[in-house]
């Protein structure tokens, strides 16, 4: 007998078997032997059992192939479409070899034949342990390789970055959720795909979904899907990213710019991985793994109410930030020589690095784009090299998102630089409603620099008057 004497060992094992005292005597002798074994009498209750086991599916499934109800050949089924590793193991009576034949080709793992010798179960049970051990091995390995692969794009050294690639390729395997922080153009979205890449479901579908880029009715069907005449326009069902990303990953970009209703019925289907279709009934349940992101203080919009604290909590279950770039300058020359690298490539240009002054100029930079800023800036200055190195003036005027032709020109008469400085301050401020905040970032300076030039320039506007001044005027005038 296998592991009499010894201590069980740990193993989630189900009997399917209509009969009672086969089932029973079965179901104790693997008792003996491995620390979970679960029974059931029907095909249904399987079936039942297996959906609901989805988070840890069993190694072993020992299942009757004649059953009332759902048969045998379901219960296979369904156990290779919730987890392919599950060795699932057929009983048949005497005379129905054809159909556990046809059995092994739909993938059960081996089959026993009745009248049953408990031994002979065992010995194949015990295989059907150690085949799921190994298909484990297999898979990690894979995650491994996929995660040093995807590790390999994400380019820098410092050691922000590596405890955050770090810390992404140790939960990747779990089914954990994780919530992903760092300004525009850090890296979130790269961060994502390496978890998916590294983790067990990288063959499924990696599902991105920007939950600012749609209005509310709009990002709950692409959520959740909908059904035929749900809304005005609905004239077919849709089935939602939840359902796509089944077995996969699903990426919610920009978490915290959902509605208070959107994160209701995102809640739920964190807690219970159920949802239905907008205007539909029917309960549908999902397994998909669900990383986000956000730029923004998502602790800061709990307190002030704009977003569930029960949902942040489900969310925030592992947190990965990911630090400016201007706070991992470490970073800069080698993402430098990266996209140099990659764009001259992609472009076909002769380009080889950058001169000594250009790669000064890179770590002077306050790069607010980050990563993101620097790629772009990269880009044009590649296709702008005349030299085989970048140098300075390939990189000049490189503001965020501005565009060459957008660059400013020096008229040929000159101009005073005062003046034009007073014309930027005066269009950002009017073109933000007067909002100082607003219009820092439109000008890349901070707002007590900008509040400072207001004084100075002696900008004045009637909003301000009524609020006591200048709104930001926090003192710090001159
Ligand atoms: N460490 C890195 N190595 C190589 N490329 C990077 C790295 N970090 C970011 N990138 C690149 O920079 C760009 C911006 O990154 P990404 O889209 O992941 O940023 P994000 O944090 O999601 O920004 P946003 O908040 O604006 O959506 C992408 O092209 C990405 O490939
Ligand atoms: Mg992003």
Redesign the pocket.
């Known amino acids: 007998m296998i592991a009499s004497g010894e201590r069980s060992r740990a193993a989630r094992i189900l009997v399917v078997e209509d009969n009672d005292t086969l089932r029973r005597g079965v179901t104790r002798a693997l008792r003996e032997a491995w620390s979970d074994v679960d029974e059931v009498a029907t095909g249904d209750a399987a079936l039942e059992q297996i959906a609901n086991t989805a988070g840890s599916p069993y190694d072993v499934i020992l299942t009757d192939l004649r059953l009332p109800g759902a048969d045998g050949v379901d219960v296979l089924r369904a156990a290779r479409d919730s987890d392919e590793r599950t060795s699932v193991l057929i009983m048949t009576g005497y005379g129905s070899i054809e159909t556990a034949v046809e059995a092994m080709r739909a993938g059960a793992f081996d089959f026993v034949q009745k009248p049953l010798d408990l031994e002979q179960i065992e010995l194949r049970v015990a295989r059907g342990v150690a085949q799921r051990r190994l298909l484990d091995e297999v898979v990690e390995l894979r995650a491994e390789q996929a995660a040093r692969n995807a590790g390999d794009?994400?380019?820098?050294d410092s050691s922000a970055?590596r405890g955050a690639t770090d810390l992404a390729r140790r939960v990747a395997p779990m089914r954990t959720t994780v919530l992903i922080t760092?300004?525009?153009?850090?890296?979130?979205?790269?961060?994502a795909s390496l978890i998916h890449a590294a983790s067990p479901r990288a063959k499924r579908p990696l599902v991105t979904v920007n939950c600012a880029a749609l209005p509310e009715t709009l990002l709950e069907s692409e959520l959740f899907g909908h059904e035929r005449g749900a809304f005005t326009g609905a004239d077919q069902r849709r089935v939602g990213r939840f359902e796509e990303a089944s077995g996969g990953t699903l990426f919610l970009?920009?978490i915290a710019e959902t509605s208070a209703t959107t994160q209701a019925k995102l809640l739920r289907v964190l807690q219970d991985q159920e949802f239905h279709r907008l205007g539909g009934t029917k309960v549908l349940r999902t397994d998909a793994r669900i990383v986000s992101?956000t730029?923004c203080d998502l602790e800061e919009r709990v307190r002030s109410g704009g977003f569930r604290e029960d949902l942040f909590f489900r969310l925030n279950v592992i947190r990965i930030h990911?630090p400016p770039l201007r706070e991992r300058p470490e970073?800069l020359v080698a993402?430098a020589h990266?996209f140099s690298d990659l764009f001259a490539k992609e472009q076909s240009r002769p380009v080889r690095g950058f001169t000594e002054a250009a790669l000064q100029q890179i770590r002077g930079e306050r790069w607010p784009g980050?990563?993101?800023e620097l790629?772009n800036t990269i880009e044009r200055a590649v296709l702008l090299a005349e030299g085989s190195r970048i140098d300075v003036g390939d990189l000049a005027d490189c503001g965020p998102g501005l565009a060459a032709d957008a660059r400013p020109r020096l008229p040929t008469e000159g101009l005073s630089l005062r003046d034009m400085e007073r014309q930027l301050v005066v269009e950002a401020l009017e073109r933000t409603g007067y909002v100082q905040k607003d219009a820092a970032v439109l000008l890349g300076i901070s707002r007590r620099k900008l509040n400072y030039m207001i004084q100075r320039m002696r900008i004045t506007h009637a909003g301000w008057r009524r609020n006591r001044g200048p709104e930001t005027g926090e003192g710090e005038a001159p």
């Open positions: 794009k994400l380019v820098g970055l760092g300004e525009t153009g850090t890296g979130k979205e790269l961060v970009d920009e992101a730029n990911l970073d993402l990266h980050n990563v993101r790629r």
